[in-house]
């Protein structure tokens, strides 16, 4: 049972990128799955949710208009679509899984793939 995050990489301000968030032995449309990124010398914040229920996605003000969340279901898979992206923007990004089962939250974290965003 994991919970694998893919598709950082070096972008120049204003690129683009398109990360993906894989789960294996667990059905991923069961489960809410949000972002989150560090920072160097940051903690690590929000940066987005994807509801199990309807695909309905919320953001933090500052990624909201660029950052699109979307799901697959097919593929057990979620992606964020990061757009017109920034130098602060830079940071690993980690997905995370959450569902509640019988009052118990039941929660996986992917490992962090980086993001560099830089001229």
């Known amino acids: 049972v994991q919970l694998q995050a893919s598709g950082g990489g070096s972008v120049q301000p204003g690129g683009f990128l398109r990360l993906s968030c894989v789960a294996s032995g667990f059905t991923l449309g069961d489960y809410a799955v949000a972002w989150f990124r560090q920072a160097p010398g940051s903690e690590r914040e929000w940066v987005a949710c994807i509801s199990s229920f309807d695909g309905t996605s919320y953001y933090v003000d500052s990624v909201k208009g660029r950052f699109i969340g979307s799901r697959d279901n097919a593929k057990n898979t979620v992606y964020l679509q990061m757009n017109s992206l920034r130098p602060e923007d830079t940071a690993v990004y980690y997905c995370?899984?959450?569902?509640?089962?019988?009052?118990?939250?039941?929660?996986?974290w992917g490992q962090g793939t980086l993001v560099t965003v830089s001229s």
């Open positions: 995370y899984a959450v569902r509640d089962r019988f009052g118990h939250p039941v929660t996986y």
